[in-house]
């Protein structure tokens, strides 16, 4: 474990513990089944970044209540639905370490699961009585199916852009993250311009989350990952690394990589050697360089907020989305 994660478990310990009961609380399902497979996935070692973001976000703006680990929560399950569904649609075949929740009981129960995850996130919303929040959490949700359906649609397409690569991260991801911290500053009662420095912060943070995941899937392994490394080309997703290598390379380069793409079995050899090719190209060391820019701007988005625990906590966090290695 690096020292800043360290760090952040530290600074964050008793959050997390509240935020780990009350997922389990809330989540009170009818039918046993909907635990089995929603608890797969939400008790399997997630980190609870979302909803601690949430609670963060509150605290830099001086209001944390007891109450804010439940309503956290919605984030949490929210992230949960998204995933259940994006295993089924993408073929994966281990989350966490574990085997994807569609290949055990099926794929109806998995995308209905994630149906309930994803109304019982808007009723917990519901029940803050603040209808700015419902909207959040309507307008992540929509953001993020249209994420996937843009993603869908452009699966093995060798002739993605680097605009179109962005709009898929900032739908699937970026905007989970940047409702979460703007919740934060709509329960605190925090003024307009805090709040909408925290959704930029946000925004930046996931778009950089996301960049380093996907550089994960090049440079982790699969023990760490807690997936197999490669997922992403093997289910036809073209990310950032392969798409900037994909505009600098010479034919011969090229035809391979189009091949791996195309050719989801290739062997441990063939994926080596397309990894050498991202590093030849310059698509691993470009998509570091531009998370690191999307960190430094999702930290400059506090500026406004004076020095505090919380807000070294955030900085702290914004650093960890590049450093982590899983």
Known sequence: MNSLKEKIISETEGLIADIETAVRINLNPHFDLVSDIAGHILFAGGKRLRPLL????????????????????????????????????????????KPVANSIWGNS??????DFLLARSLSIAAKTGISAIVEVLAEITEYMSQGEIFQLMNKERLDLSKKEYMKIIKCKTAVLFRGACKTGALIAGAAKDKEAALASYGMNLGIAFQMADDLLDYTSDSKLLGKKTGADIREGKLTLPVIYALDKT??????????????????????????????????????????????????????????????????????YAMDRKA
């Open 54 to 97: 949430m609670i963060l976000s509150a605290g830099i703006c001086g209001n944390i209540k007891k109450n804010y680990a439940t309503l956290s929560s919605m984030f949490e399950y929210l992230h949960t639905a998204s995933l259940l569904h994006d295993d089924l649609i993408d073929g994966a075949s281990i989350r966490r370490g």
């Open 250 to 319: 010479d034919s011969e380069d090229r035809r391979f990589i189009e091949k791996i793409i195309i050719n989801k079995n290739f062997n441990d050899d063939d994926f080596n050697k397309l990894i050498d090719l991202l590093k030849k190209y310059q698509g691993l060391s470009y998509t570091q360089k531009l998370t690191s820019e999307y960190v430094e701007k999702a930290k400059n988005s506090l500026d406004i907020f004076t020095p505090s625990k919380t807000k070294e906590t955030l900085l702290n966090v914004a650093d």
């Open 109 to 114: 129960a998995a995308v209905l699961t994630g």
